[in-house]
């Protein structure tokens, strides 16, 4: 009996915090991969401690980014694989058992040629789908494709404050020259735009031209924006609002390969801490 009250006590504790609408953390870190994208999350300074959830398996990490002005409470995890399910899901479970104020997701992407270089600091102002659509037969008898995508948009107000950093040259020059490893000779630059989720790696810049002909300013693809804004734009109340910061590693053609792929999280990792602490 004293058991069965503990545990009533503890569901109804449980529901009317659940019924208060404050937030509960100012942000929530999501990241797609471990290594190397939440390896350079947690290699930033804070205080990291890892902990469980209730009966939750996933790991997750608080820890406190400060400086002499503010502090933000952070809680920091990683999908267990690639995907929109996947982040969607982990996501979803980030809202409603630690209530962010905002939701970022760091690391890396493949870029669009022509429009970034690699390690380029890329700031999804809208993602969707790419394979959102309908299956088709062409007049030719061939088979094609025809998309119907439902655009999800970066907050307006956090736009304009990454677009501040677009003249920071200096500051990313001094970022770029941070990294002790393997980095490409290319300037380091932020770009802002479109970058579509697709549910599989792309290996083929024909696929990539597909995918830009349907959205002429797209500057990236990857595997999980969408999942994370869906679930952010979607989810439980009080609504974080949600923000992504992926940094360019390949072009998704057959020269794809993985010499940037820490630099680029790196890059990705110390801008989402930098515009924390200054922007928020």
């Known amino acids: 009996m004293k058991n069965l009250l503990f545990h009533l006590i503890k569901v109804r504790s449980e529901f009317l915090q659940r019924d208060n609408l404050d937030y509960d953390y100012d942000i929530a870190i999501i990241t797609a991969l471990h290594d190397p994208e939440l390896t350079q999350v947690l290699a930033l300074d804070g205080k990291w401690e890892e902990f469980k959830f209730g009966n939750d398996a996933t790991r997750y990490y608080r820890g406190v980014f400060r400086n002499e002005n503010k502090s933000f409470k952070i809680v920091a995890t990683s999908s267990p694989q690639m995907g929109m399910v996947a982040s969607s899901t982990l996501c979803m479970k980030l809202i409603h058992n ?38 088709i037969t062409k007049e030719s008898g061939e088979k094609g494709f025809s998309p119907n995508p439902t655009p999800l948009s970066l907050d307006a107000d956090l736009k304009e404050k990454v677009r501040t950093y677009e003249s920071k040259t200096r500051y990313f020059f001094e970022l770029k020259e941070k990294w002790q490893g393997n980095k490409p000779e290319t300037d380091l630059k932020i770009k802002v735009g479109p970058v579509v989720s697709v549910p599989y790696v792309i290996q083929n810049a024909d696929e990539l031209i597909n995918l830009k002909d349907h959205q002429r300013k797209l500057i990236g693809l990857e595997m999980e924006i969408f999942g994370v804004f869906y679930s952010a734009n979607n989810g439980f109340n009080p ?29 990705s990792a110390q801008f989402m801490y930098d515009f924390i602490l200054n922007e928020l």
């Open 98 to 135: 630690f209530r962010p104020k905002y939701i970022f997701m760091p690391g890396i992407a493949a870029g669009v040629k022509g429009e970034v270089n690699y390690g380029d600091i890329l700031i999804a102002d809208q993602t969707y789908d790419g394979t959102s659509g309908k299956i």
């Open 239 to 267: 609504k974080p609002k949600p923000m992504a910061i992926k940094s360019v590693c390949d072009f998704g053609d057959k020269e794809k390969a993985d010499n940037y792929q820490k630099y680029a999280a790196f890059t």
